[in-house]
């Protein structure tokens, strides 16, 4: 079955740790993306990538990093430099066609917590 | 400005109703639209694309009006399951980062 996958579904940290979230698709897709989402809050765009070895700083990419090795792949950490790290992330990708996306498709998402 | 704007409701109906949400979004060269659903505590997903010609999917229709840069989704005979947060999706032609979403309206249907 086609689809993105996010692992792990539940994570927790502690203060001062770095952790990686895991974002992997199977869906062909050149553009990826990183949100997150806080209780009753939208979503906010932490970085995005429209092709491989090339991605953008979103709204809120302070205390973020990512890289883009493979199409298939777009892993999230989340360093200690991140103040407020507990939220619900969520990974998206989508087609370019004719220079714009397509709609996107999101992976179930990571809850983390920082304890 | 916010790129896309929506009224976060709640907004509360009883079952059998008709309910409306709009969107609002800045760009005027912005060229798709889409809304989305969210569960609680679950990803988004795709509801339906808005076409400029408005369509219709079962109990669902979506209007896009260009001159006035909104979008719009009427939902009839509300069912219970209808219950959640609806999300307006812009796709803009500009800049790398197509994909601006609002930050949603939320929907309970009440029996």
């Known amino acids: 079955d086609g689809g993105i996958t996010q692992s792990p579904k539940y994570l927790f940290r502690k203060e001062g740790q770095n952790v990686t979230l895991s974002c992997e698709q199977n869906?062909?897709?050149?553009?990826m993306y990183w949100y997150r989402q806080d209780p009753g809050q939208g979503l906010r765009l932490i970085y995005y990538?429209?092709?491989?070895?090339?991605?953008q700083k979103g709204d809120i990419a302070e205390g973020y990093s990512v890289s883009r090795e493979k199409k298939e792949s777009f892993p999230l950490t989340v360093t200690s430099a991140q103040k407020n790290p507990t939220a619900f992330y969520l990974c998206?990708?989508?087609?370019?066609?004719?220079?714009?996306?397509?709609?996107?498709?999101f992976g179930q998402g990571t809850r983390l917590t920082v304890v | 400005r916010k790129e896309v704007e929506q009224d976060p409701g709640p907004f509360n109906v009883p079952e059998g109703a008709t309910v409306a949400f709009n969107c609002t979004y800045s760009?005027?060269?912005?060229?798709?639209f889409f809304w989305y659903r969210q569960d609680c505590r679950k990803e988004p997903k795709l509801l339906m694309s808005?076409?400029?010609s408005g369509n219709e999917d079962g109990r669902f229709t979506a209007q896009l009006n260009r001159a006035s840069q909104y979008i719009s989704l009427l939902i009839r005979d509300s069912k219970l399951s209808d219950s959640a947060t609806y999300l307006c999706?812009?796709?803009?032609?500009?800049?790398?980062?197509?994909?601006?979403f609002g930050t949603g309206t939320r929907l309970t249907v009440i029996p």
């Open positions: 808005v076409y400029s």
């Open positions: 999706v812009v796709n803009s032609s500009t800049g790398a980062n197509n994909l601006f």
């Open positions: 760009n005027s060269a912005s060229q798709s």
């Open positions: 998206a990708s989508s087609h370019r066609r004719q220079g714009t996306n397509t709609e996107a498709f």
């Open positions: 869906l062909n897709h050149d553009a």
């Open positions: 990538s429209q092709i491989v070895n090339d991605f």
